[in-house]
């Protein structure tokens, strides 16, 4: 039989005529989030989750990531609520073994459940969006920090926090600094110290500045006693409280400044330092995964945290082994997003070789506090329950003072434990300066 007797051969005419079905609709947008259709179900995340193993409501990252996704397709599916019970630690990224994009799912997620469902006069929405903007409230608060700081740790203001806006009165609001770190830095008349090979951007974020300058001038001082130029440019929040409430669009606000400033102190021979490791993990992993401003990867690339970077680019061990400070022991716990980065096992690695100094990694769990989450009415107990793994590891550890690189954490550290924390740098200030 000939093509054209076949019925199921088209003749060259019949070919022409035929009309392809169109199976997508021209207006959706294909969104495939490259690594999302690669979960397996294997709920190694689920397992790894903090929320989930104190909150039995809350569904996991599985459901928040990979699923909720596929949910999506359809069109009349909403956001779950749930959504919000997830505190952003990330740590669910690293435990995924077949790299589905999850905290990316869940920012994304979160954003379209603000954007989309989310009463903008609810209670919920104002708080989130309060504290989302904390440097708003520095930035004022700083103005007359005595008087805000007598008037935010006040029993009665605490409870009206809490009733009016959720804001937890369990909490002492962290005191602001007489001076902010700008204010130094600009009354010591900026760096100190010029080279042209040795330049760093310091990314201090919202903490450093107004709450523990003394953390930020540590790092100046380690920095410039290494040769280093310190360029301190402008800067907004790095937005890791505004990807955890789903405020993307003040989030992007904030990284496109942050991004122009930075990027172009980059083309002239700088790097970018944090010193707070979840600043170093917005400007890394969250900045390139969701915008995609001018200079975005060129920052992403260039940014470190602080001894994360002297480790690469200096001696910092012989220096170590070589130093002494006065006896002293730390309980110290690594931050969920130093984890994400590989950088959880650096401050012991090099703080044992310290003569004077005895410290003790006080396990892997989370914190519980993450930013703002622990700072919500609602999830007040989740997030103490989370804590209490690190407590416990902490009061058994031989030091009575906390170490971490994350301001929340300290926060949380200090809260159930009541020891005074200090920063990595703050210890290699003591031992090298
Ligand atoms: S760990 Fe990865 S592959 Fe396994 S269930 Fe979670 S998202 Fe899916
Ligand atoms: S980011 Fe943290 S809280 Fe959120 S789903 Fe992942 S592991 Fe759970």
Not at 119 to 140: G, H, P, Q, T, V
Request: aromatic letters at 8%; a negative charge.
């Amino acid at each position: 039989m000939s093509d054209a007797e076949n019925p199921s051969n088209p003749t060259p005419d019949e070919q022409t005529d035929f009309e392809p079905v169109q199976v997508f609709d021209d207006e959706t947008e294909m969104d495939l989030r490259p690594g999302a259709d690669n979960c397996y179900k294997c709920t190694t995340c689920d397992t790894t989750c903090p929320v989930a193993e104190v909150d039995d409501d809350f569904p996991g990252p599985k459901f928040q990531g990979p699923e909720q996704w596929r949910l999506k397709r359809k069109d009349d599916e909403d956001i779950d609520d749930s959504i919000t019970s997830c505190s952003n630690c990330m740590r669910c990224d690293n435990a995924c073994p077949s790299s589905v994009p999850l905290s990316q799912m869940h920012n994304t997620a979160r954003g379209e459940y603000v954007d989309k469902q989310m009463d903008k006069l609810s209670r919920e929405y104002l708080r989130n969006r309060l504290l989302s903007n904390y440097r708003i409230m520095a930035e004022i608060g700083s103005k007359v920090p005595r008087l805000t700081n007598f008037a935010l740790n006040n029993s009665l203001v605490q409870k009206v926090n809490e009733k009016v806006l959720g804001i937890t009165s369990e909490r002492d609001f962290p005191e602001f600094a007489e001076q902010t770190f700008r204010e130094w830095w600009h009354e010591r008349g900026g760096a100190q110290v010029s080279s042209e090979e040795k330049k760093i951007a310091y990314f201090h974020g919202c903490y450093s500045n107004y709450n523990t300058p003394e953390v930020a001038k540590a790092l100046v001082r380690v920095f410039e006693e290494f040769g280093y130029e310190i360029a301190v440019p402008r800067q907004r929040c790095s937005g890791t409280p505004m990807f955890a409430n789903g405020m993307l669009d003040d989030a992007e606000r904030a990284a496109e400044v942050n991004v122009s400033e930075f990027s172009d102190l980059i083309d002239e021979g700088y790097d970018v330092i944090a010193s707070c490791t979840s600043c170093s993990m917005s400007l890394r992993q969250e900045y390139p995964e969701l915008f995609e401003f001018h200079g975005t990867a060129e920052v992403s690339a260039h940014t470190y945290e602080a001894m994360e970077y002297l480790r690469i680019h200096e001696d910092l061990e012989s220096e170590i082994e070589d130093a002494s400070v006065e006896e002293q022991s730390f309980a110290y716990h690594a931050p969920c997003h130093a984890r994400n980065q590989g950088l959880e096992r650096q401050a012991v690695e090099l703080f044992r070789e310290l003569d004077g100094v005895n410290i003790e990694d006080v396990g892997d769990s989370c914190s519980g506090i993450s930013g703002t989450y622990g700072w919500k009415d609602e999830k007040y107990d989740t997030s103490m329950k989370i804590g209490e793994e690190m407590f416990d590891h902490m009061e058994h550890a031989e030091g009575n003072v906390g170490m971490t690189e994350c301001p929340t954490c300290s926060m949380q550290m200090e809260h159930g434990t009541g020891y005074d924390i200090k920063h990595p740098l703050q210890l290699l200030e003591e031992a090298l300066v």
